[in-house]
């Protein structure tokens, strides 16, 4: 049972422009919500997250907004940049799953120059 | 500082063959988790380790076996190796366990093909 669900799995994106992705959960015990960016090659490394008690949170061009009655968050890139190109991955945990976390299935991006 | 480190990068078996792969954490990290990653399941938990203990397992066959020694390094071992366990490992590394993972690092990964 796939417990979060991201969209969409691609995306193109001209340079400038504001990258959208979306991720919806089911567990309403989850109270962690990380991001996560994979170069290929690379392991993901963690972005920017959120805890429930906040609506949204925002580092330099990364922003997440928090809607806990829907269900959703979602991770916004201003002023997207080709070195942005890469897959993004929602995650959700709960405190007393230790560190284990549950991946959305992912969002390639592509900034276009 | 050092990050994780997993060894080794790519790997080709046989299907039936077993498989040990190795995860080195960062230097006073004591959890270590495992994941596999992927195209058609994305990232899917493994297990968890801390202080040489499981804590957590995902839903995997008993195939999918782990470790933990004193110093924190991770194996994991995959006996008869089907061709849908060729993927991605990842070993994510964390100071403490039961922080919603804010603390996670991962490794590169090492790539595994089974034909």
């Known amino acids: 049972q796939q417990q979060v669900k991201q969209s969409p799995q691609s995306l193109i994106v001209q340079k400038g422009g504001i990258s959208i992705i979306n991720c919806a959960y089911e567990n309403t015990a989850f109270d962690y919500f990380p991001w996560y960016q994979q170069f290929p090659g690379k392991g993901p490394a963690l972005l920017i997250a959120i805890r429930p008690d906040v609506s949204e949170k925002k580092e330099g061009r990364f922003t997440i907004s928090f809607n806990k009655s829907a269900k959703q968050f979602s991770l916004h890139i201003m002023d997207s940049q080709p070195g942005d190109s890469a897959t993004y991955f929602c995650a959700a945990t709960t405190n007393n799953a230790g560190n284990m976390l549950t991946f959305g299935g992912g969002t390639r991006l592509m900034v276009k120059p | 500082k050092a990050g994780v480190t997993q060894t080794p990068r790519y790997l080709i078996k046989t299907r039936g063959q077993q498989v040990t792969l190795s995860c080195s954490p960062i230097?006073?990290?004591?959890?270590v988790s495992w994941y596999q990653q992927t195209p058609g399941q994305g990232l899917q938990f493994l297990f968890e380790?801390?202080?040489?203990?499981?804590?957590n397992k995902g839903n995997f066959p008993g195939r999918f076996s782990g470790r933990q020694f004193s110093n924190s390094r991770s194996e994991m071992n995959v006996s008869t190796l089907e061709l849908g366990d060729s993927a991605l490992y990842l070993c994510a590394s964390s100071l403490v366990i039961g922080q919603g993972a804010s603390g996670y690092t991962f490794g590169s990964g090492t790539r595994l093909t089974v034909v």
């Open positions: 230097s006073g990290h004591r959890s």
């Open positions: 380790y801390f202080s040489e203990t499981q804590r």
